[in-house]
T-cell receptor, first 113, second 112 residues
């Protein structure tokens, strides 16, 4: 059974710091991996989607990497800002284009001014 | 585009009552799904649909029914609400199953 783990569960950093959020999954047979952001009381916003054949994706200050063989993905946030404070969720799609998303429990990030 | 919309935003039910959570999208997406989010747990898939007239069960389908009569709408029905169904419910859609998922704002349901 696919399990997705995110470490740490919570992280507090000062503004301007570069940081890395970790995601690991137990079954390397994934179709793709997606990182989401969730603000308190709100829905999820997709940040980056990495196909299983890709190594990384970038969007602005965000960079996500994927090492499928070792079952790991990282989300790198450069020059963090207070507006980055949110919960970040990692989700893997099981094998096949119609496979379901399996979510981790998230990392709650707080960026202090 | 409004994206994915959900109604109501909040709902309180008594045990045994039934209700329907509404979800609609205006992006002509084929794939739609329902998740529940509970404290300390990741989102878990309840039901999903790959197109009008086609639905299937996810990880936690018991106590819920869905139908997909149109591309735009994907309602979730609670047949007989139980306290264990207290949760935040999210609807999501994508052009195809493997594409970027777009989520609605959620419905916070409390069952007393």
């Amino acid at each position: 059974k696919q399990e997705v783990t995110q470490i740490p569960a919570a992280l507090s950093v000062p503004e301007g710091e570069n940081l890395v959020l970790n995601c690991s999954f137990t079954d390397s047979a994934i179709y793709n991996l997606q990182w989401f952001r969730q603000d308190p009381g709100k829905g999820l916003t997709s940040l980056l989607l990495i196909q299983s054949s890709q190594r990384e994706q970038t969007s602005g200050r965000l960079n996500a990497s994927l090492d499928k063989s070792s079952g790991r993905s990282t989300l790198y946030i450069a020059a963090s800002q207070p507006g980055d404070s949110a919960t970040y969720l990692c989700a893997v799609r099981k094998g096949g284009s119609q496979g379901n998303l399996i979510f981790g429990k998230g990392t709650k990030l707080s960026v202090k001014p | 585009n409004a994206g994915v919309t959900q109604t109501p935003k909040f709902q309180v039910l008594k045990t045994g009552q039934s209700m329907t959570l509404q979800c609609a999208q205006d992006m002509n997406h084929e794939y739609m799904s329902w998740y529940r989010q509970d404290p300390g747990m990741g989102l878990r898939l309840i039901h999903y649909s790959v197109g009008a007239g086609i639905t299937d069960q996810g990880e936690v389908p018991n106590g819920y029914n869905v139908s997909r009569s149109t591309t735009e709408d994907f309602p979730l029905r609670l047949l007989s609400a139980a306290p264990s169904q207290t949760s935040v419910y999210f609807c999501a859609s994508s052009q195809r199953g493997a594409d970027t998922q777009y989520f609605g704002p959620g419905t916070r349901l409390t069952v007393l």
